[in-house]
């Protein structure tokens, strides 16, 4: 291959201490597999399913991950809003109120083999009415594209569409859309007709033995009966998702883009 490239993974909704453990586990033959240049994670559930913790932390970017992203959950954790207000690599997203602690991007610096932009941002639909998405992914762009082509965009939303919608609306424009936060990975990794590759959803790292994440039991009981109970994490059948982006430098388009599951169903 004559043109000069970037492999970047990302690993999806990392949840709890069984995500965490499988992702150590696992990461290093990844990072190997791939030659990867960078590692990005989404890590908002990583302290029990809710938020971040300075010491969880430390141990993910010991694992060789480079950048943390978030999402609504970020909020239901303190901890997490201390890291927010001091880590450049914590991103939550974008387009919440700009009152609140934390950076919405990153531009990450690798050195001789360049930079990479780094953002974060939320979906509406079902979710938290903060600001456009899709005008701060605009605004967001044109500064990430000052000081690099390579552009990696986390979308933390409900709704399909409003996935698939963004996807169109950034192609050509950013290197990778991936989906994140419903948890179970899509069929539908590709690259669109402009050089962006896309996901819906990559999928939750974390225990399958469960509802998105939460035990059974507890999940069922929230249906059937329509009132709360205790937030309790499951355990058991855990597995770990992600996503190969391969990236050209110079234009700033994907080459490649490949999901994964391991194990798989």
Sequence with gaps: MNQKVLNILFIGDIVGKPGLDLTETL?????????????????????????????TAERVF????????????????????????????????????????????VIYDLGEKGKVGVLNLQGRVYMQPIDCPFKKADWAVEKIKEQTKIIFVDFHAEATAEKVALGWHLDGRVTALVGTHTHIQTADARILPKGTAYITDVGMTGPYDSVIGLKKEIALRRFVYQTPFKYELASFDVRLCGVFVQAEVETGKALKIESFVFPKF
């Design 27 to 55: 990461i290093k033959s990844y990072l190997q597999k791939y030659e990867i240049d960078l590692c990005i994670a989404n890590g908002e559930n990583l302290v029990d399913g809710k938020g971040i913790d300075e010491k």
């Design 62 to 105: 010991g694992l060789g991950i480079h950048v943390l992203t978030g999402g609504n959950h970020l909020w239901d954790n303190w901890h997490t809003r201390k890291l927010l207000a001091t880590s450049k690599v914590i991103l939550r997203p974008l387009n919440y109120p700009s009152e609140n602690p934390g950076n919405g991007f």
